[in-house]
């Protein structure tokens, strides 16, 4: 049987259209593209854990506290939002657009007030730069605390309490009677997963 050039131009087409949507529609979703990512959001102020900058994706870029960005992008200039997370099976919590995970500044990082940042995970279970032990660990309590497995304190909004655009999230003591010890406000540290 001979097959036309014609018939086998129409078929090549035909097959390569078929792969081409098979792997454009059936591929997995990358890091970026997690179907378990969230918002990170503070129970008090109801704003998200956020990158600074717009999007923030590099190492050492602070974390802060940020008006939700819950259609996906930022508002102001139309990037894809940085403040959805995964909280991994192994304790880390990465940020879906970068890649990078919470990380307390130091080598480690333990002391009331040090800054947490966006840093290259430490899936080793050690600092890279020093071989200490990753302070990058972190449980979510029943009580919505994020507790540091390595210092046993918790994600902290700067302020007493902290609740406006830009501020800082820190390592702190753990607020488990719901106040703040040194003003009695109400605490800035729970957090839900949006």
Same mark, same amino acid.
Request: charged share 20%.
């Given at each position: 049987?001979? @097959?036309?050039?014609? $018939?086998?131009?129409? &078929?090549? $087409?035909?097959?390569?259209? #078929?792969? $081409?949507? &098979?792997?454009? #529609?059936?591929?997995?979703?990358?890091?970026?593209?997690?179907?378990?990512?969230? $918002?990170?959001?503070?129970?008090?102020?109801?704003?998200?854990? *956020?990158?600074?900058?717009?999007?923030?994706?590099?190492?050492?870029?602070? &974390?802060?506290?940020?008006?939700?960005?819950?259609?996906?992008?930022?508002?102001?200039?139309?990037?894809? +939002?940085?403040?959805? !997370?995964?909280?991994?099976?192994?304790?880390?919590?990465?940020? =879906? @657009?970068?890649?990078?995970?919470?990380?307390?500044?130091?080598?480690?990082?333990?002391?009331?007030? /040090? /800054? @947490?940042?966006?840093?290259?995970? %430490?899936?080793?279970?050690?600092?890279?730069?020093?071989?200490?032990?990753?302070?990058?660990?972190?449980? &979510? =309590?029943?009580?919505?605390?994020?507790?540091?497995?390595?210092?046993?304190?918790?994600? *902290?909004?700067?302020?007493?309490?902290?609740? +406006?655009?830009? /501020?800082? @999230?820190?390592? !702190?003591?753990?607020?488990?009677?719901?106040?703040? /010890?040194?003003?009695?406000? +109400? +605490? *800035?540290?729970?957090? %839900?997963? *949006?």
């Amino acid at each position: 049987m001979k @097959l036309s050039s014609k $018939f086998l131009m129409g &078929l090549f $087409f035909v097959l390569s259209s #078929f792969t $081409f949507l &098979l792997l454009l #529609f059936g591929k997995k979703p990358s890091v970026a593209q997690s179907t378990n990512d969230k $918002f990170i959001v503070n129970s008090f102020s109801g704003k998200c854990i *956020d990158v600074a900058g717009a999007p923030g994706r590099n190492n050492g870029a602070a &974390l802060q506290l940020w008006d939700c960005e819950i259609s996906g992008t930022n508002p102001d200039n139309g990037s894809t +939002t940085d403040q959805k !997370w995964v909280l991994t099976s192994s304790g880390f919590i990465r940020n =879906t @657009l970068s890649g990078k995970c919470i990380d307390v500044a130091g080598a480690p990082g333990r002391t009331n007030g /040090a /800054a @947490l940042q966006l840093w290259d995970c %430490e899936r080793s279970g050690r600092n890279a730069d020093n071989g200490s032990t990753t302070d990058q660990k972190w449980v &979510l =309590t029943s009580g919505g605390f994020i507790r540091n497995t390595l210092s046993g304190k918790c994600i *902290d909004v700067a302020g007493a309490p902290g609740r +406006t655009n830009g /501020a800082a @999230l820190q390592l !702190w003591d753990c607020e488990r009677s719901g106040r703040n /010890a040194d003003n009695g406000s +109400t +605490t *800035d540290q729970k957090w %839900e997963l *949006d």
